[in-house]
């Protein structure tokens, strides 16, 4: 048999599948797993009936969704070569708990929020170390039973204010807040949760005037540079990235740092490269990308567009169309195992979008939805 003959024939038979079928492919997609003969039996009566989400909530009661698919789903956003190989940590397990306990994802960049594992035969959560997660990843714990979800003022004695959901975790200080200047923290922070990397959001047409000292106007002697290019991302990002002005990670205590008032020096790195550059004087934030080609990221009008502080900066990406857009996209490749394809999948990505924002946010449900929809894949 030539290869296009074989694609053929599974091609076929995927579209001759009937709900037996297609319930074990739910199951099997959702949870990386087979599903019991009482599991199939009750999935497949769903998806004869033509609740096939129901189906898929039904997949997702397997806590190999929650230690697995999760897991592996959330683990690239917490460090910079975005590898799935690194270990459970508390950026991971919040991600985890607020998918299993339907917490507003649009949270996800503001809460007060921290899971911590329980149970027996592990260190408590430290605020210097992640051998509490690491302690619950080589006991092989069933993550859907054991994250409880916590208060980052309570575990990391950050005071209310100074949490953001996942960017104040420990994990992504280890990852994004070391050295530097913080402007990772934003970078990955937009890549992961609003799908959309510096290149893609660069607007020359925006003010330079919050641009910092260590951008030079004339790179190489060339003042076309920077009007050309450099203006483009800094004078969007450093405006926004001045939320994280208080923060940093030290590696000597292996732990996040916050200094409430005081702007942590790396903020003047490099300060001499063009002295009449924006100088950050405070945490005070603002969105110039409200007007301009970026307002197609169809900010909240609900919301100012400025602020003080992480949580507050977080509030904006986060209540973003393009940052539900963003989670619908990643489940959807990650459940159909493919990116959309043509108008029927875009216009699917369009009503899950939708639903996801009038629904209260609930992740499960786009990983539902979206296991209905790919089942004759």
Known sequence: MTALSALLVLASAAAGAGPREQARRIHERLAGVPPTEAVLADMQA??????ATDAAYTAMQNSNFYSVTLKNFAAPWTNRDQSVFVPLNDYTATVIGMVRDDVPFNTLLSA??????????????????????????????????????SSQTAVSGLPDAATAGVMTTRAAAE?????????????????NHLCRDMEQVMDTSRAPDRIRQDVSRSPGGDSRIFLNNCIGCHSGMDPLAQAFAYYTFDPAQGRIVYTQ??????????DATFQYGYRTPNDEWSNYWRAGQNALLGWDSQLPGSGA?????????????????CQVEKVFRNVCLRSPVDGADRSQIDSMVGSFRSGGYRLKQVFAESAAYCMGD
């Not at 990852?175 to 890549?191: E, P, Q, S, W, Y």
């Not at 702007?263 to 003047?268: E, G, H």
């Open 46 to 51: 769903d998806v004869a009936g033509n609740s």
């Open 112 to 149: 007060n929020l921290v899971y911590v594992g329980t149970g027996g035969g592990i260190p408590a959560y430290s605020p210097t170390s992640n051998d509490h997660y690491e302690a619950l990843e080589s006991q092989n714990a069933d993550l859907k039973a054991r994250l409880m979800a």
């Open 175 to 191: 990852a994004f807040f070391i050295a530097g200047t913080n402007r990772a923290m934003f970078r990955f922070t937009m890549l």
């Open 261 to 270: 008032d005081v702007v942590q020096p790396k903020y003047f790195n490099n």
């Open 309 to 325: 502080g992480a949580k507050t900066m977080g509030q904006e990406l986060a209540n973003s169309t393009a940052f539900a857009r």
